[in-house]
């Protein structure tokens, strides 16, 4: 059995993962995998938490007791152990890579990076929310100013094209000084709101925060909101909008849930992480419905 301390292993295979294989509630492979009478499969630690809170599949909300939880037997468990992960501590230099199904005796005999340390939930989210909060600002402000800038060039654009339609029925040659001088000043415009967009990327002294993993959970609300607002309106092409979607979704229903063990700031948190997510660019008409009537729900208009 994973210690409980430890961190989730992570599929070096991500693409080809059995989606049945793939816990629904921290979306992460189980490296202790127990599976429902209707033959759900969720991490251990994760579908006896849920249970504590409601007797029901958090999939099809089919009756389930922690009882009648099993472990996975035959082709199951050998679709399962045969997935390849790295360690979760590759990030701090583990290099470990193997069968998920050796994962528990790597964490508990040979890893010394992989466990969580005690006391590593200590409260940063002041910290963090101030930093999300700042940043959110300044995309704010490099909107406005972006925003500002397409507003006179497409002023500009107006006036030049009426300055070109009314040359046709005048000399040219009073106009043509005019006529490039509204092409200049359009040029220095574009040339304004292209740095403004790289200045919205490229902004200087702030941490990666983004390793192409979407292990977002409770413990991670700020850092999720921190990733949506630094990258508010010009969303890179890797990150996947779905997969922020499903861990914004994951956090959400530890609040609608009203978990015991939540964290006594979570409230803040996602009131934060929801206001942050409807004033993105990130996501669809239909997930930013879902999202507002979330935020609607436990926090009003």
Not at 176 to 188: G, T, V
Not at 214 to 221: I, K, L, P, Q, T
């Amino acid at each position: 059995m994973a210690s409980n301390t430890a961190a989730p292993p992570v599929a070096l295979h991500s693409d080809n993962l059995p989606d049945d294989l793939v816990c629904s509630i921290c979306l992460t492979v189980p490296a202790d995998p127990q599976i429902t009478p209707c033959d759900h499969v969720f991490c251990r630690a994760c579908i006896r938490q849920a249970l504590t809170h409601n007797n029901l599949c958090p999939i099809d909300r089919r009756p389930c007791t922690v009882g009648e939880l099993k472990q996975l037997e035959g082709l199951s468990f050998r679709v399962w152990s045969g997935i390849q992960v790295k360690c979760g501590g590759h990030e701090s230099g583990c290099a470990w890579r193997g069968s998920i199904a050796d994962y528990a005796n790597h964490v508990e005999n040979n890893c010394t990076v992989g466990r969580n340390p005690a006391g590593n939930n200590i409260d940063n989210n002041s910290e963090l929310t101030e930093e999300v909060e700042t940043l959110r600002r300044e995309n704010l402000e490099m909107k406005e100013q972006l925003e500002e800038s397409r507003r006179v060039n497409r002023m500009r654009d107006v006036l030049l094209r009426e300055a070109v339609v009314t040359a046709t029925d005048r000399t040219c040659d009073h106009f043509a000084p005019i006529i490039e001088q509204l092409e200049r000043e359009r040029d220095s415009l574009r040339q304004s709101r292209d740095a403004l967009r790289e200045n919205l990327n490229n902004r200087p002294n702030l941490p990666r925060i983004f390793y192409g993993d979407y292990c977002f959970g409770r413990e991670d609300v700020s850092d999720l909101s921190q990733l949506i607002s630094r990258y508010l309106y010009d969303k890179p092409s890797e990150i996947d909008s779905n997969k922020i979607f499903n861990c914004v979704r994951t956090c959400y229903t530890a609040l609608d849930r009203n978990y015991e063990d939540n964290d006594e700031n979570y409230w803040y948190d996602m009131r934060m992480l929801l206001s942050t997510c409807l004033a993105s660019g990130f996501f669809t008409v239909n997930q930013l419905n879902n999202i507002d009537s979330w935020y609607t729900k436990h926090f009003g208009r």
